[in-house]
C-alpha cells in the first residue's frame, strides 16, 4: 500500500529564514505530486505540482519554490519567510490518468513570527 | 478562471439531524468530483463523482453530482459528533497534461450532543 509522510510536523520560524518542507511517498513509482498551502478561514490552494523529477509548474507566483530531485521526494522551500507563509502546508499524490482522487500527507504546520 | 463554491460556510446542527452540503463549480475540462473530511491534519478521502445522477453512498453518507446544474450536494443522516469535521469539495480538471484540483473553501459541520 501508499504511503505518504510529511516532516517536520510542526515548525516555527522568525521571518527572514529559509524554509525546507520535505515530501516523500512509498509503495508507488512516478506519482503525481501537489503541495497545497490551506491559511486560516479559507479553502486549500494550490501552490506547485510535479508531474516528473525536475519537472515543477507553479500556480501561485509568490516566494516559495519546490524541487523534485528523486521520483517520490517533493520539496518546498523559500530563501526568506514573511509572516503571510504561515499556514497549514500539505503534500498529495496521485497517479496520472489512471484517478483523480488526491491523497493527502499529514501536514506541516508553520507558523512565521 | 476554474472556481469552486461550497455553502453553506458553517453549520451547527444536533445530533440525528440530517444535514445537505451543497457545492457548485466552473471549469474547464471537468473530470470529476470529490469530497473529502477534514478533521485535525489531513484531508481524508469520501467520495468520487464522475457520473450525473449516480448516487454514491458510505453508512450514512451519500452524494450525488448533477452536471446540469454544475453542482453536488453530501448528504449526511442521522448525524453524530464524530462527524464534526470540515467538509471539503473539490473538482478534478485537466490542464496541459496534468490533473489538477480545484478546492472549495470547505463547509465547517458542528454536530453538538
Known amino acids: 500500500s501508499q504511503t505518504i509522510h510529511q516532516w517536520p510536523a510542526t515548525l516555527v520560524q522568525p521571518v527572514g529564514s529559509p524554509l525546507s518542507l520535505e515530501c516523500t511517498v512509498e509503495g508507488t513509482s512516478n506519482p503525481n505530486l501537489y503541495w497545497y498551502r490551506q491559511a486560516a478561514g479559507r479553502g486549500l490552494q494550490l501552490l506547485f505540482y510535479s508531474v516528473g523529477i525536475g519537472q515543477i509548474s507553479s500556480e501561485v507566483p509568490q516566494n516559495l519554490s519546490a524541487s523534485r530531485p528523486q521520483d517520490r521526494q517533493f520539496i518546498l522551500s523559500s530563501k526568506k519567510l514573511l509572516l503571510s507563509d504561515s499556514g497549514f502546508y500539505l503534500c498529495?499524490?496521485?497517479?496520472?490518468?489512471?484517478?483523480?482522487?488526491?491523497?493527502f500527507g499529514p501536514g506541516t504546520r508553520l507558523t512565521v513570527l | 478562471e476554474d472556481k469552486v463554491v461550497q455553502s453553506p460556510l458553517s453549520l451547527v446542527v444536533h445530533e440525528g439531524d440530517t444535514v445537505t452540503l451543497n457545492c457548485s463549480y466552473e471549469?474547464?475540462?471537468?473530470?470529476?468530483l470529490l469530497w473529502y473530511k477534514q478533521e485535525k491534519k489531513a484531508p481524508t478521502f469520501l467520495f468520487m463523482l464522475t457520473s450525473s445522477g449516480i448516487e454514491k453512498k458510505s453508512g450514512r453518507l451519500s452524494s450525488i453530482l448533477d452536471k446540469k446544474e454544475l453542482s453536488s450536494i453530501l448528504n449526511i443522516t442521522a448525524t453524530q459528533t464524530g462527524d464534526s469535521a470540515i467538509y471539503l469539495c473539490?473538482?478534478?480538471?485537466?490542464?496541459?497534461?496534468?490533473?489538477?484540483?480545484?478546492f472549495g473553501k470547505g463547509t465547517k459541520l458542528t454536530v453538538n450532543p
Open positions: 473539490a473538482v478534478a480538471c485537466t490542464q496541459g497534461g496534468s490533473e489538477k484540483l480545484v
Open positions: 471549469v474547464t475540462n471537468f473530470r470529476s
Open positions: 498529495a499524490w496521485n497517479r496520472d490518468r489512471i484517478t483523480d482522487t488526491q491523497y
